[in-house]
């Protein structure tokens, strides 16, 4: 019977090492995810460091906000932006969205998202505010705009410059041919376009809905279902680590019988478990990658909120990465002190173990009597059972 009971307790330390690394990995993923203290600063900091994502918002904010059929030619931003060398591109992004705006853009989202799964809402309300943009186009920065898209298009040829000729004779908005006009026309040319623009920058709103205008309260079913998953997840990742633990307390049952056998009972589970906690760090990264791109698109969840997690997911990983290092360090450490402690008592005990003798010639009564500490011209017998001592025994 006790020798099943130690191979329970055995059985149950190896599901102890092998279960307590991935909640532990679980953990340190919640921990993150779902804190907006730490979340926070890894978005906005990978975000507001992507000159790329801010391009892309200004050609999509000033694309999809101006003033619709009245622009001139269908103006279509993202053409006009197309010859713009490296360094035009970064002058525009800096004059519309500066890094500062940015960044309290992406924080002010990311708060809406954690006010949505913590709060009563049916929607998360993801809003950027635009009025920043919408007042430097109007104080100036709708002629330096147009400066800078005008300056960057090819010359235009003899039809296009009779083109724009008869069109400065008129009231009408000039057309948008995307070439730059002749010398004598480019300042009147650039005036008449920057008047257009900034126009069609008081048309723009003063916020835009990161949802989608096309959000429905037919969608509000899904996004509850969505929340109540994601309380699930943030409860599993938080506790699971809880279900290994107590195996401690099925192997302290089955054959902890003193305390050298709890220091290495525990100790050592303990030291393999943080060991095989770190094994995932090499191979992090390529799940990663493999994660990301088996995410398929949805409707749960608006494509900007998608992109952010896509691209802040290496922020994410190190930060996890980190949080399960040191705690696998102290895992490690814990179950290492736990097995010395076990020794040191082990080596007392044997300078103190019990032996059995007989009455006869001995002067004491037969049974166990403590033996003093060994020396050279006594040695100790070694095939001598421990006695259970203390709260154990």
């Not at 800096?94 to 500062?100: G, I, K, R, S, V």
């Not at 990742?237 to 305390?259: D, E, Y």
């Not at 290496?314 to 990465?321: K, M, N, P, Q, T």
Request: a neutral charge; charged letters at 20%.
């Amino acid at each position: 019977m006790a020798g099943f009971m130690k191979l329970v307790a055995v059985l149950a330390a190896l599901v102890f090492v092998l279960t307590l690394p991935a909640t532990i990995l679980a953990f340190d993923i919640g921990q993150v995810l779902f804190s907006e203290d730490r979340i926070k600063p890894i978005l906005v900091d990978q975000l507001a460091a992507s000159d790329e994502l801010r391009q892309t918002l200004v050609t999509n904010f000033l694309s999809g906000s101006g003033a619709g059929p009245t622009t001139p030619g269908q103006f279509d931003l993202a053409r006009a932006a197309k010859s713009l060398s490296p360094g035009q591109a970064m002058e525009l992004t800096n004059l519309l969205l500066p890094e500062e705006w940015f960044r309290e853009q992406i924080g002010g989202v990311v708060a809406s998202l954690y006010a949505w799964i913590d709060g009563d809402q049916a929607r998360p309300q993801l809003t950027i505010d635009l009025r920043p943009l919408k007042e430097r186009l109007l104080n100036g920065g709708a002629r330096q705009l147009m400066q800078l898209l005008i300056d960057s298009w090819p010359q235009c040829l003899p039809g296009q410059n009779s083109q724009l000729e008869q069109a400065m004779l008129s009231s009408k908005p000039p057309p948008i041919l995307y070439c730059k006009p002749p010398s004598s026309l480019h300042d009147i040319y650039t005036e008449r376009t920057s008047i257009w623009l900034t126009n069609g920058a008081r048309a723009m709103p003063e916020t835009i809905s990161l949802a989608g205008e096309g959000a429905s309260a037919s969608a509000g079913p899904d996004l509850t279902e969505l929340k109540d998953r994601i309380h699930l997840i943030r409860d599993l990742a938080r506790w699971a680590w809880m279900i290994p633990a107590s195996l401690f307390g099925v192997i302290m049952a089955l054959a902890i019988r003193s305390w050298p056998g709890l220091t290495r009972w525990w100790g050592i589970p303990l030291a393999v478990a943080g060991i095989f906690s770190l094994l995932p760090t090499p191979f992090a990264k390529a799940f990663e990658g493999r994660l990301l791109r088996e995410l398929g698109p949805g409707e749960a969840l608006p494509p900007f909120v998608k992109d952010a997690l896509v691209s802040a997911a290496g922020g994410i990983r190190v930060a996890v990465l980190q949080a399960l290092a040191a705690q696998a360090i102290i895992l490690v450490l814990l179950g290492a002190g736990l097995v010395v402690v076990g020794w040191l008592l082990g080596r007392r005990g044997l300078d103190r173990r019990p032996v059995r003798v007989d009455s006869a010639g001995s002067g004491f009564p037969p049974g166990l009597v403590e033996q003093l500490p060994a020396s050279d011209s006594q040695p100790q017998a070694e095939d001598l059972a421990e006695r259970p001592t203390g709260i154990f025994g």
